[in-house]
T-cell receptor
Framework: NAGVTQTPKFRVLKTGQSMTLLCAQD?????MYWYRQDPGMGLRLIHY???????AKGEVPDGYNVSRLKKQNFLLGLESAAPSQTSVYFC????????????FGNGTRLTVT | DAKTTQPPSMDCAEGRAANLPCNHS???????VYWYRQIHSQGPQYIIH???NNETNEMASLIITEDRKSSTLILPHATLRDTAVYYC???????????FGGGTRVLVKP
């Protein structure tokens, strides 16, 4: 039981390049989330999904797209990376909507030059 | 959405209990209080949560006041590995989209 796995762990992009971050969970959770964390700050929600085939915007969705084609996977895409997207990205999942703790991955450190 | 207020930092002696306060005076009736912690460079780790009753698990205890406007996380015997940022979060009524604020940076000293 690996929990929540994020790939890659590190990535460096040039401005304008695109990439996809992958999040996989093996706990059969319905809900999945993408957060970003900037230095010295808390986490901010980018997008989330309440089930396979669904996605919704969080607090800071601009510049990102997501897909949830399979229940166990949640993809975060950057179509045209910008230096402002340099951050640590965390994926999380939870079983339900209420009374259901989040389980986090260990993050992807992204640098955009 | 209810917001939380936590002290920015606190120190604790190894082996002693650490009491972390959190104020959530605008909490609504169906919102839970969650505690997470984040050890440097790692993903946040769930600690404990509760609605109105006090809760205890193998990691910590959660004390929620009767009016639910504040709570305290208790780490009974702090170790050096408990050094982390601790986040107190109130679950949004619209769903489990937790908002992480600044948290309390806890330093456990030998």
């Amino acid at each position: 039981n690996a929990g929540v796995t994020q790939t890659p762990k590190f990535r460096v992009l040039k401005t304008g390049q695109s990439m996809t971050l992958l999040c996989a969970q093996d706990m059969n959770h319905e809900y999945m989330y993408w957060y970003r964390q900037d230095p010295g700050m808390g986490l901010r929600l980018i997008h989330y999904s309440v089930g396979e085939g669904t996605t919704a915007k969080g607090e800071v969705p601009d510049g990102y797209n997501v897909s949830r084609l399979k229940k166990q996977n949640f993809l975060l895409g950057l179509e045209s990376a910008a230096p402002s997207q340099t951050s640590v990205y965390f994926c999380a999942s939870s079983y339900g909507q209420y009374n259901s703790p989040l389980h986090f991955g260990n993050g992807t450190r992204l640098t955009v030059t | 959405d209810a917001k939380t207020t936590q002290p920015p930092s606190m120190d604790c002696a190894e082996g002693r209990a650490a009491n972390l306060p959190c104020n959530h005076s605008t909490i609504s009736g169906n919102e839970y209080v969650y505690w997470y912690r984040q050890i440097h460079s790692q993903g946040p780790q769930y600690i404990i949560h509760g609605l109105k009753n006090n809760e205890t698990n193998e990691m910590a205890s959660l004390i929620i006041t009767e009016d639910r406007k504040s709570s305290t996380l208790i780490l009974p015997h702090a170790t050096l590995r408990d050094t982390a940022v601790y986040y107190c979060i109130v679950d949004r009524a619209a769903g489990n989209k937790l908002t992480f604020g600044g948290g309390t940076r806890v330093l456990v000293k030998p």
